[in-house]
């Protein structure tokens, strides 16, 4: 088959940028989690996060959490494009971290995990160690580690690396043609707001918080802990989001099929719930790193 130049450039510029256009969960999404983490903050988190943000945001962490993907384009920035995500070798449903965990290169402990785990680090030593403020921005990291932290619960930020995490796979979400990772980011979240929420992100967030001291109340505390008393533990939440990626995202969803009510209504519990944890677990993190300063000085 000859393609000729003009639908050679056509198709270049359209994978271009279906590929390059590939975000994390939409401004919505981590809005979302960093609104629902706020409501769950202890004082010295409060307080260390209102140090750290600039003064104009008043203590608001969730205005800055798409930061990250707003500056992951700019030559100095794009280091961190890899670490967003984490992908697992064709159809492998688990995770693992020395076997995922690099960047296209092989370079060790770039991807997703493997930044919450640094920036946690920076942001303890600091807690532990005033001479670390002089190493690291911790504003830098704070906003680093809240957004990724959100990415790590979206499903498909742990998928195959075959296609990319979705971002491949083309399909229809009901008319609009678009990519399975756009779909997992965007689309099931746009969607549910105008379906349910009136196009209101607020009374959306609303609806997860009354979940969460109602439906969830019980799994709450399971969400927020961390295995072997560690501070912050990604590794679980790219295993489960895996998971649900084989379960719920790549299920009936292969290249060119149309997406509808059957597949956004059994997969918008699986949203709403990743969103909710995401903010739940972003709390529990950021309180155990800042009531460690506190314990340190007996306070
Ligand atoms: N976003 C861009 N590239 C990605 C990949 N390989 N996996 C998941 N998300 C991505
Ligand atoms: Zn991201
Ligand atoms: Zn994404």
Redesign the pocket.
């Known amino acids: 088959m000859r393609l000729s130049l003009r639908m050679w450039i056509v198709s270049v510029v359209v994978l271009t940028q279906l590929?390059n256009g590939?975000l994390c969960w939409g401004k919505e999404g981590h809005y979302t989690v960093c609104k629902i983490a706020e409501g769950y903050f202890e004082e010295e988190t409060i307080a260390a996060v209102k140090k750290l943000l600039p003064e104009s945001a008043q203590g608001d962490l969730a205005t800055f959490c798409s930061w990250p993907d707003e500056i992951k384009k700019l030559s100095q920035w794009q280091w961190t494009s890899t670490l967003?995500?984490v992908?697992t070798p064709e159809y492998r449903c688990n995770y693992e971290y020395c076997r995922d965990c690099h960047d296209t290169q092989k370079h060790k402990d770039w991807c997703v995990t493997g930044a919450i785990f640094n920036y946690t680090n920076q942001l303890m030593s600091a807690s532990e160690n005033s001479q670390s403020i002089v190493y690291y921005n911790l504003t830098e990291a704070l906003l680093f580690l809240s957004h990724y932290m959100g990415d790590v619960h979206q499903p498909?930020?742990t998928?195959f690396?075959g296609d990319?995490?979705g971002?491949t796979i083309i399909v229809h979400w009901y008319h609009h043609k678009t990519n399975l990772?756009h779909v997992w980011d965007n689309m099931i979240i746009e969607s549910a707001l105008n379906t349910y929420y009136n196009s209101s992100l607020s009374l959306m967030i609303q609806a997860l918080q009354a979940k969460l001291t109602n439906g969830w109340s019980n799994d709450v505390p399971l969400w927020e802990s961390c295995q072997l008393n560690q501070t912050a533990c990604p590794n679980q939440y790219a295993s489960e989001s895996i998971d649900l990626a084989c379960k719920y995202a790549y299920k009936n969803a292969t290249p060119g099929t149309t997406l509808g009510d059957d597949y956004f209504l059994s997969r918008l519990p699986v949203v709403e719930k990743r969103l909710a944890q995401g903010g739940i677990r972003l709390a529990a993190t950021l309180n155990r790193i800042f009531s460690a300063k506190a314990k340190l000085s007996g306070s």
């Open positions: 590929v590939a967003h995500y992908n498909l930020h998928g690396l990319l995490g971002n990772h």
